[in-house]
């Protein structure tokens, strides 16, 4: 079944409304300079210079979406501790779908004729076959209705992976996959990157059932510089794409969400 999902543009502002610094999603040599660049006279916030910063350090395998007015609301309301469940619930899940659309462009796509109701041939792409999703319970459950959104006929694994008792170690509990996941590209998904741990274990069963790391992309919607560095520094070909990259991840996502706090 095809897949629909849309470019993220940046979203410029009136001038009522003064641009703020923009983060994209692409960094490599010939741009870099542009990635720290502000558009507007006005001054970048601290957390604005810290999170490009963390960018520039992680490489190019760190994907962040372009910030805007409408991401950067969303971000506040699901760190917001006065926030309503209800609210909570509805502002992750929009902010899990723009990862999503932006998780679904990594991905492999080839170029096809189409013919209109009224006759014309349009030049048009389709994704190639050959994608699924992999949650990491409980929390990257979340995601999972975001990405069947988009692709209605995706087929989702899971991971159970919890720490021991006794050595704080990530431990896999359960891990069921499609039958033929190493010759997939595999979106995995996990909310909130707080030390890495469970990702790396996640992405080493993975491994384990033939998945090469440069076929995984990794959708998160927060994540610590600590996070990031130690996923990337153990699988330096896997993809990381999140919203904001920042020293504190909002932890109680999970509980928040399915109302277990």
Do not use: W
Request: glycine fraction near 6%.
């Amino acid at each position: 079944m095809p897949c629909h999902n849309q470019q993220l543009n940046n979203i410029s502002s009136g001038q009522e409304h003064p641009m703020k610094q923009v983060r994209f999603a692409n960094s490599n040599s010939s741009n870099s300079s542009s990635v720290s660049a502000v558009v507007s006279d006005n001054e970048p916030s601290d957390a604005s210079r810290q999170t490009v910063s963390n960018q520039e350090n992680l490489g190019p395998q760190l994907k962040l979406l372009p910030l805007n007015d409408q991401i950067r609301e969303l971000q506040t309301i699901i760190r917001d501790k006065t926030t309503s469940r209800g609210d909570f619930v509805f502002c992750a899940d929009r902010l899990i779908r723009l990862v999503v659309e932006e998780g679904l462009n990594q991905l492999p796509y080839s170029e096809c004729t189409v013919t209109t109701p009224t006759g014309y041939k349009y030049e048009g792409v389709k994704f190639e076959r050959g994608n699924c999703g992999v949650s990491i319970m409980r929390s990257g459950e979340a995601m999972e209705q975001g990405l069947r959104d988009c692709c209605r006929s995706i087929r989702i694994g899971k991971i159970l992976i919890q720490s021991d008792e006794e050595t704080q170690k990530a431990k896999v509990y359960y891990a069921k996959f499609p039958p033929d996941v190493y010759r997939r590209k595999v979106l995995l998904m996990y909310p909130i990157l707080s030390t890495g741990n469970t990702v790396i274990e996640a992405v080493r069963v993975l491994i384990e059932h033939g998945v090469q790391p440069r076929h995984i992309i990794l959708l998160s919607l927060f994540s610590t510089p600590h996070g990031a560095k130690s996923i990337i520094q153990e699988f330096p070909d896997i993809t990381i794409l999140t919203t904001e990259v920042h020293p504190v991840a909002p932890t109680h996502f999970g509980q928040r969400y399915f109302g277990t706090d």
